[in-house]
């Protein structure tokens, strides 16, 4: 790593000694690629415990090859989300600030060792279809990575920090929700980053943490895309953050470095129409058999320059300047035409 920029070192080729005898319905076709009417999203993959799916097979198979370094993590998570749930206090607080509230509850989630938090509704789009949650609110949190250990992608070392993360933040995200309930507000701590209810991404971007970027994942200001994302879904009336334009788009469009540094070639270089939307997407049938043979891959996401430390600021505010220096002169030209 130089300069805080990552160049993954030998990553093995797109090469499987598995695969599907009777391959199963395309995860782009499921994902909705190339549908012009707007939907929800469908479990893919990652199940949660519910009906089998299409790629439950290489699901499994990911699980089962796990190493323990990864694997004590998974089920330390899993142990902790026992307590996602729990009893009301039956004396509620009552709550005439909704504004102040919620600078109350993100400041303690940052005490409990969150590094972002915001706060959104929650809409159709980060739900799965068929899925409802008695809810009205979101408190998207998000917890940074070791660069140093990410640096590693796409081996072990780096696996076992995702999800050394994604622990701590479930953490994060049971203890605020108890806080919560302990108030008297109803609330349930979503921590398990495989397919539960929710969509983490849409959450966060509505929550103001950033936008999405070309690798498919969430980009911040603060930490790029090097960092993980929990949840807690609550009743307590809170005001809500508002979406940002960092500049991802600025950078994405033209910038390739995720799309030369992807081994199974599964990053597209344009938005792709997604279910009614034109946006970023990643090629589920090219990567995830890649995600799967390499710990969770993660390449695209610490070779990003967003991902570089403490580069972001300095790089949104790059990106909004050229944009407004290029509005204004298309602005200038068309009103000398």
């Not at 290489?58 to 998974?74: A, E, Q, T, Y």
């Not at 994405?252 to 792709?272: G, M, W």
């Amino acid at each position: 790593m130089k300069n805080g920029r990552i160049k993954p070192e030998n990553p093995p080729p797109p090469e499987y000694a598995f695969g599907y005898r009777h391959p199963p319905r395309s995860g782009n076709e499921i994902n909705g690629l190339g549908e012009s009417t707007r939907r929800q999203p469908r479990h893919v993959f990652h199940s949660a415990g519910g009906p089998p799916l299409d790629w439950q097979a290489l699901d499994d198979f990911f699980g089962l090859i796990s190493p323990w370094s990864v694997l004590r993590h998974v089920i330390g998570n899993a142990w902790q989300l026992r307590n996602k749930d729990g009893p009301v206090n039956p004396e509620q607080r009552e709550v005439a600030d909704a504004a102040g509230m919620a600078i109350e509850i993100k400041e303690r989630a940052r005490q409990l060792g969150a590094d972002l938090a915001g706060v959104s509704r929650i809409t159709d789009g980060a739900l799965y279809e068929g899925i409802q949650v008695p809810f009205k609110y979101a408190i998207s949190i998000g917890m940074k990575m070791d660069r140093e250990q990410m640096a590693h992608v796409p081996q072990v070392t780096a696996a076992a920090e995702v999800m050394r993360v994604y622990k701590e933040i479930s953490r994060v995200a049971v203890r605020l929700a108890k806080q919560i309930r302990n108030m008297g507000w109803p609330a349930r701590a979503y921590g398990n980053p495989n397919s539960t209810d929710i969509l983490q991404i849409p959450l966060a971007v509505n929550a103001g943490f950033g936008q999405l970027g070309k690798h498919g994942s969430m980009i911040s200001k603060e930490f790029g895309s090097n960092f993980r994302l929990a949840a807690v879904l609550t009743d307590l009336p809170m005001a809500c953050d508002e979406p940002v334009d960092i500049g991802v788009d600025d950078l994405c469009l033209s910038c390739r470095r995720c799309v030369t540094d992807c081994p199974p070639d599964a990053i597209f270089d344009e938005k792709q129409l997604i279910r009614g939307e034109k946006r970023w997407y990643v090629d589920f049938d090219k990567c995830i058999p890649y995600f799967v043979k390499t710990n969770g891959c993660a390449i695209c996401i610490e070779v990003c320059p967003w991902s570089v430390p403490d580069r972001g600021p300095s790089l949104s505010a790059k990106m909004l300047a050229k944009r407004g220096v290029r509005v204004g002169s298309d602005r200038a030209g068309s009103e000398s035409g």
